[in-house]
């Protein structure tokens, strides 16, 4: 036990040992938010939650930690199951992930995603049109817990790989398609967090298999793009890989095929589970209320009166209020990464107006801002108005689903791309039949896998074209 923090309070045992978090964590089934929730209700703002360990709940401590000019690095044990991995959300160090943070930035600035947009609404296209094919009213409704999930991992392999069907090696080797495929349940993370990497391997067959054959896959377009590299691709054209090596020509990490292999299948994991659940949240918030759906389709409708025409461009839709407000909202509730992303303190520092001694690792779980009730009143309730209310620019230096600062999310402006464009097509061109509308009011809970999960009702879905 660290004499140092013995001033703060908090559970006995927890003074002692990881286990105290370890059993929340895997046998409660990812129940550690809710029970640092606990905590905060009967110790107060600063809770001791580990022998080193201190959780954070009032809202200034989140600048603290993760805002600009944070230079903590990321803890060692809470990031565990991915520092073997070679890419950069596996780098602890905040130097280092500096460096590699911009290598990979460029893929993703606002200008890339811009030109890149195309992409995302030809795979919208795809999406709507099979939905309608396999989900019309008269076949099996879809479920929507499990059906965003594959449009996010074919969109961001696309986006990273525009040019996938012309790497030879890929094709005729029968492997391209495994870039776009994806896993049921893209993580386990508290399973890779805390158990022994051969037992991880055989419960996660599945996942594992799948990944490892990406991976395959991945590595030989690797060995493409380092091959024909320096390439005269013009940046408009390159795919993730001619980036990564561009921006870094004079110092590239070791072994630079698994690399860019890892640095890409990491998109994934990043991306996936991220991005399909605050658009789970916004779908099933709309359906759930019809002043607010048709709120969304009068403004969508406004906005794109005649649906002969082409689809609003990413531009246009970012300045329509309402469907801002609803992704907002969906953002807020589905929470991002809900697990507290801890990090250690390197000197001797002060957070949230309390001297913290080196070492000691400090986080704070998004939840504690989203569901803040003085902050969002009604905190469990979908209400994209309050998003729209005079001076609710304020709010969102409230909503860190990206989280903030120097480790912040690199893929940010391209979930936003994603969200707006399948969302507006999504409730312009589709009539949306919802197969059970208390399904879509019942109580849910958030549970912790690092990324948070849904459980509760899912909702399922009948769609129609809409004639205009
Ligand atoms: C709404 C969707 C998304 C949310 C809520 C989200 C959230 C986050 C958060 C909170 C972090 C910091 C994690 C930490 O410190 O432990 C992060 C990092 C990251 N995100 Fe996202 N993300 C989203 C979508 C995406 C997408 C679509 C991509 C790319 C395809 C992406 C790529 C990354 C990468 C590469 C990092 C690592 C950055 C680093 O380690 O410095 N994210 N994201």
Redesign the pocket.
């Known amino acids: 036990s660290d004499k140092r923090l013995d001033k703060y309070p908090g559970p006995f045992i927890a003074r002692w040992t990881t286990l105290y978090k370890k059993y929340f964590e895997t046998i409660m089934h990812g129940a550690w938010v809710d029970e640092v929730e606990r905590l905060h209700r009967l110790y107060g703002p600063i809770v001791r939650v580990g022998p080193k360990e201190l959780h954070f709940s009032n809202p200034d401590a989140y600048n603290d930690i993760y805002a600009v000019g944070s230079r903590f690095a990321?803890d060692p044990d809470t990031?565990s199951a991915v520092t073997s991995f070679l890419h950069?959300?596996g780098?602890l160090d905040p130097q280092e992930?500096l460096t590699r943070?911009t290598m990979?930035q460029p893929y993703?600035s606002k200008r890339s995603v811009s030109d890149r947009t195309w992409l995302v609404q030809q795979k919208v296209d795809q999406y709507l049109d099979e939905l309608l094919l396999k989900h019309a009213k008269d076949k099996v409704p879809v479920d929507l817990e499990y059906a965003l999930r594959p449009f996010f991992s074919t969109t961001?392999a696309t986006f990273a790989f525009p040019d996938l069907e012309q790497c030879h090696a890929l094709t005729t080797s029968g492997l391209a398609s495994t870039v776009t495929d994806t896993p049921d349940r893209n993580t386990i993370w508290f399973l890779m967090k805390n158990l022994h990497p051969v037992v991880v391997k055989i419960l996660t067959s599945t996942t594992t298999r799948i990944s490892l054959k990406e991976m395959d896959a991945l590595e030989i377009l690797a060995a493409d793009a380092l091959q024909s590299f320096p390439s005269d691709v013009e940046e408009t054209n390159a795919n993730f890989f001619h980036i990564l090596l561009k921006r870094s020509q004079f110092k590239r990490p070791p072994n630079p095929r698994k690399w860019l292999a890892s640095e890409a299948l990491?998109?994934k994991f990043?991306?996936v589970d991220?991005?399909a659940n605050?658009v789970f949240f916004a779908i099933r918030g709309v359906l759930g209320s019809h002043k607010i759906w048709d709120k969304l389709t009068n403004e969508l409708y406004d906005a794109w009166p005649d649906l002969e025409g082409p689809a609003p461009d990413l531009v246009t839709l970012e300045k329509l209020p309402y469907l801002t407000a609803v992704i907002k909202e969906g953002?807020r509730l589905?929470i991002?990464?809900i697990t507290p992303?801890n990090r250690v303190v390197g000197e001797d520092t002060i957070v949230a107006g309390e001297y913290i001694p080196a070492r000691t690792v400090i986080g704070m779980s998004n939840s504690f801002m989203h569901l803040h009730p003085d902050i969002f009143p009604e905190p469990h309730v979908f209400k994209p108005e309050r998003w729209l209310q005079e001076n609710s620019q304020k709010l969102d230096k409230y909503l860190v689903?990206?989280?903030r600062g120097p480790?912040?999310?690199?893929?940010?402006h391209?979930?936003w791309c994603?969200?707006y464009l399948l969302l507006a097509n999504m409730f312009r061109k589709l009539e949306i039949y919802p197969t059970s509308a208390d399904d879509l009011r019942a109580p849910f809970h958030l549970r912790d896998d690092f990324v948070s999960v849904f459980v509760g009702k899912s909702v399922h879905l009948h769609f129609e074209r809409k004639q205009n």
């Open positions: 990321k990031y950069l959300f780098v992930a943070r990979i993703f961001i990491n998109l990043a991306g991220t991005t605050p953002l589905s991002g990464v992303m689903v990206f989280s480790r912040s999310c690199v893929g940010m391209f979930a994603m969200m």
